[in-house]
T-cell receptor, first 111, second 113 residues
Framework: QKEVEQNSGPLSVPEGAIASLNCTYS??????FFWYRQYSGKSPELIMSIYSNGDKEDGRFTAQLNKASQYVSLLIRDSQPSDSATYLC???????????FGDGTTLTVKP | DTAVSQTPKYLVTQMGNDKSIKCEQN?????MYWYKQDSKKFLKIMFSYNNKELIINETVPNRFSPKSPDKAHLNLHINSLELGDSAVYFCASSHKGRTEKLFFGSGTQLSVL
């Protein structure tokens, strides 16, 4: 079992829709969770971090964490073509010295 | 100013050669990393350094040797390159501690022929 698993996708949504990206993790000791966005040919860029159960909102992005279910999600409201990218879920625990990434989900937002 | 810069951006070389990738960060971070991203976009940690001290060596062949002359620099030297080493190598940095938020360099696309 992979430490961090994501829906491999690809995921395609129309412009203006809500895109929902999901991630599960196997290590119950994980404390910090991240979503990175990676455009084709570019480096990953952190867009959301979440540490506590519940929702965290930042603009059009909402991260959700459920530690009991070992589940993290990212919702993108009012999706735009510029949101088309690969989204990487990552987990880590304090002073681990590393983050563990999922395989990524490729999102395409169609105009 | 680029926060995490790595060079070169592209590296094309023959099997058996030795090559180096350099990385520098100007964010004042304590921790630097090398990650490898394969053709399927999977990002895997190779090494991490905290204040020049190696803290993670993730079962990487010893042909790969990181060197951190100071906490702002982390270089990666690869000996006897193999076809399977072809990938994108990302340098990253973070503040040590709970967040582990990573700031990535632009990547080095290594192609071994």
């Amino acid at each position: 079992q992979k430490e961090v698993e994501q829906n491999s996708g690809p995921l395609s949504v129309p412009e203006g829709a809500i895109a929902s990206l999901n991630c599960t993790y196997s290590d119950r000791g994980s404390q910090s969770f991240f979503w990175y966005r990676q455009y084709s040919g570019k480096s990953p860029e952190l867009i959301m971090s979440i540490y506590s159960n519940g929702d965290k909102e930042d603009g059009r992005f909402t991260a959700q964490l459920n530690k009991a279910s070992q589940y993290v999600s990212l919702l993108i409201r009012d999706s735009q073509p510029s949101d088309s990218a690969t989204y990487l879920c990552a987990s880590s625990f304090t002073n681990a010295g590393k983050s563990t990434f999922g395989d990524g989900t490729t999102l395409t937002v169609k105009p | 100013d680029t926060a995490v810069s790595q060079t070169p951006k592209y590296l094309v070389t023959q099997m058996g050669n030795d090559k180096s990738i350099k990385c520098e960060q100007n964010l004042g971070h304590d921790t630097m990393y090398w990650y490898k991203q394969d053709s399927k976009k999977f990002l895997k940690i190779m090494f991490s350094y905290n204040n020049k001290e190696l803290i993670i060596n993730e079962t990487v062949p010893n042909r790969f040797s990181p060197k951190s002359p100071d906490k702002a620099h982390l270089n990666l030297h690869i000996n006897s390159l193999e076809l399977g080493d072809s990938a994108v190598y990302f340098c990253a940095s973070s503040h040590k501690g709970r967040t582990e938020k990573l700031f990535f360099g632009s990547g080095t696309q290594l192609s071994v022929l």
